[in-house]
């Protein structure tokens, strides 16, 4: 992490521009948690058109300077300029700096691989779509795009070799409808529109014997996949665990709006590396099949994340650090940073679902707040949760 230490006392006013960039404020900690802490600061930046904060602290006898990390930006040149700009104006002493020696990585192009803000946004497509969750070496992936060029595939996975191996084949094999997402499959699938998906598989999920809430299959994840589905269409478990076998099975029967279909070592056009590795070894491979039988609403993925008027006066003195548990969501208010104008300052804050938190600065200025850095993603429980902070915040 690009930082600069340095042991000036000299105390710079902000806004100011140098070197293209602009420190645009500086909020001051206001100290609600540890009794003893020493002062902080975030300084508000804006350079080439992204915000950022930087983190002003005491390191010793010294001070350092260094990019706050919930709000990092790349590439990393961004921050390493604003650094050195920063330290100019102060005209510092420098005792240590890493901001001249950074490479500049330059990430290779890589079309098929997309975030997850472009299923928010943009993506759209009229052809029929298939997910493959968590696709490993993506053997069965890779097939099933060449098989079917009409279809387009989406490959989730969380383990990122995997995903470069993946996009590797991509290219090599010249296979153009399959798009690569790096998310977890329990909580994709809230981006997807009702009824466009016609199959969606799980081979050989990690079947998490001693943490079962970290499954991919629950009651939740069965609902959304069955939102998703066009009626007729699939939700495909295939593994070699008769205790994941079980227990989905469990979840999928007597559902009033899905017909399953149990299957027992069955064999399909191409077998993944772990299925080669379970058939050797003898293991029984099960199959259960969920055909969606319902048709839904289309979702909105629209959601309004702003606060209306808030009273920050008010909020310094109900803040706490105890975190507000909730059965979907929750919320950690951080810490709270002032700036010298009334009513202003930055909460950092984080919330959302348990398996995905999110931590994200609030800007207020005169009592009115906006998301630093872009609203959140419209989860479910971001929205529940940013709900229940414009109620606190109030
Ligand atoms: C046991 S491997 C099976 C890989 C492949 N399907 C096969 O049959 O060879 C399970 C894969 O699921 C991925 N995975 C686990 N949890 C996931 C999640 N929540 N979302 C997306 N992928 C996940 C893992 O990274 C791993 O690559």
Redesign the pocket.
């Known amino acids: 992490m690009p930082h600069i230490v340095f042991n000036n006392e000299k105390n710079i006013e902000t806004p100011f521009q140098r070197d293209g960039v602009s420190f645009n404020f500086c909020a001051k900690s206001f100290n609600f948690t540890k009794e003893d802490r020493r002062t902080e600061y975030k300084i508000g930046v804006n350079y080439e058109n992204k915000d950022f904060l930087l983190t002003l602290k005491d390191k010793g006898e010294n001070k350092m300077l260094k990019v706050d990390k919930v709000t990092r930006v790349t590439p990393v040149t961004l921050v390493k300029d604003a650094l050195n700009a920063y330290s100019k104006e102060l005209d510092a002493n420098i005792v240590f700096s890493n901001t001249n020696s950074f490479s500049q990585k330059i990430e290779p192009k890589k079309e098929y691989l997309k975030d997850i803000e472009y299923f928010v946004n943009d993506f759209k497509t009229n052809k029929e779509i298939q997910i493959?969750?968590?696709?490993?070496?993506?053997?069965?992936l890779l097939h099933q795009a060449k098989k079917n060029p009409n279809v387009q595939f989406i490959g989730?996975?969380?383990?990122t070799p995997?995903i470069e191996q993946l996009l590797k084949q991509l290219k090599i094999q010249e296979i153009e409808n399959v798009l690569v997402v790096n998310?977890?499959?329990?909580l994709?699938m809230e981006f997807i529109n009702s009824n466009k998906v016609g199959k969606i598989?799980?081979?050989?999920?990690?079947p998490w014997d001693k943490k079962p809430h970290?499954r991919?299959y629950s009651n939740e994840f069965i609902d959304e996949a069955l939102r998703v589905l066009m009626p007729k269409g699939t939700l495909e478990l295939?593994t070699d665990s008769r205790k994941y076998f079980d227990y989905c099975t469990e979840l999928l029967t007597n559902l009033n709006s899905g017909r399953i279909t149990i299957d027992i070592n069955k064999d399909l056009e191409v077998s993944?590396?772990?299925?080669d590795r379970w058939k050797k070894q003898g293991k029984n491979i099960y199959d259960v099949v969920l055909e969606c039988q319902r048709e839904d609403e289309d979702i909105d993925l629209k959601h309004d994340f702003s606060f209306g008027k808030i009273n920050l006066e008010k909020f310094k003195e109900i803040i706490s650090n105890k975190p507000m548990v909730d059965e979907n969501f929750f919320i950690h208010i951080e810490d709270l940073f002032l700036l010298e104008e009334p009513n202003s300052g930055l909460i950092e804050v984080t919330f959302g679902s348990f398996?995905r938190p999110l931590s994200k600065y609030i800007y207020v200025k005169n009592n009115k707040a906006s998301y630093y850095q872009g609203t959140p993603l419209p989860t479910s429980a971001n929205i529940k949760a940013h709900e229940r902070l414009k109620e606190i915040l109030k």
């Open positions: 493959e969750i968590g696709f490993g070496s993506g053997r069965h989730l996975e969380i383990h995997s998310y977890d499959a329990r994709f598989f799980v081979h050989f999920p990690v970290r991919i295939r993944s590396k772990y299925e398996n």
